[in-house]
């Protein structure tokens, strides 16, 4: 029987590659929310997921009749259904411009991964891909500070769950980093690869993208 006619426990779709799915797994883990995970193939889909996302893209959540797909859709509903410990500031400026930080990431960065780890993709497009990408995360590397553990301040954050994935795939893309000019975000990285969270919301796939 499929999940959509029985009662179930929280369902997360997700592939073991993918960077929406791992932003969303960071969430679960941080929030230590109980769910049943299944491992998508993208090439021969479960018939579930089509039920929760008739696109047959991941992430998707299913909780008991509400389905829902898009990572920061996914994201926000988590913050709000299980608030400790809250991933979005609590006042209505600081939580506008997390969300706008979150836009600028999911255009300057997330859609350009998706290029340079995207099959069929023209190695031109994908190697521009690849520049535009290490030139942005290095023009924004002057707005992590010593002075602060994560992105926005000292509170991880929803907008963490969303660069973290990026960062921890450059081995994997082929992506270099100068040292001088990155030293505020080689510390960040570490900060938050070191947390407990991010370490369990890995898979086994994406374990092997870096290099510890």
């Excluded at 994201?75 to 006042?91: A, N, Q, S, V």
């Excluded at 001088?180 to 570490?190: D, H």
């Amino acid at each position: 029987m499929s999940i959509s006619g029985r009662r179930t426990p929280m369902v997360l779709f997700s592939n073991s590659s993918d960077q929406y799915s791992h932003r969303v797994r960071l969430v679960l883990r941080e929030k230590r929310i109980a769910v049943k995970e299944i491992a998508v193939d993208l090439v021969n889909l479960d018939e579930d997921l089509i039920v929760a996302n008739p696109t047959g893209e991941v992430p998707a959540l299913v909780d008991r009749d509400l389905q829902l797909y898009h990572s920061i859709v996914i994201m926000e509903y988590l913050d709000e259904r299980y608030p400790h410990p809250p991933l979005l500031p609590i006042y209505p400026v600081a939580r506008a411009e997390a969300r706008l930080m979150i836009h600028r990431i999911e255009q300057e960065w997330a859609l350009r991964v998706d290029v340079i780890a995207g099959k069929g993709i023209r190695s031109g497009k994908r190697e521009q891909a690849r520049n535009e990408l290490r030139e942005s995360i290095i023009a924004f590397a002057h707005h992590f500070s010593d002075q602060r553990k994560f992105f926005l301040n000292n509170e991880f954050t929803i907008v963490d769950c969303c660069v973290a994935p990026v960062l921890w795939r450059l081995d994997s893309l082929d992506i270099t980093l100068p040292p001088q000019q990155t030293k505020n975000l080689r510390r960040y990285m570490n900060n938050v690869f070191s947390r407990e969270s991010f370490r369990t919301s890995l898979s086994e796939v994406e374990e092997e993208m870096r290099s510890v």
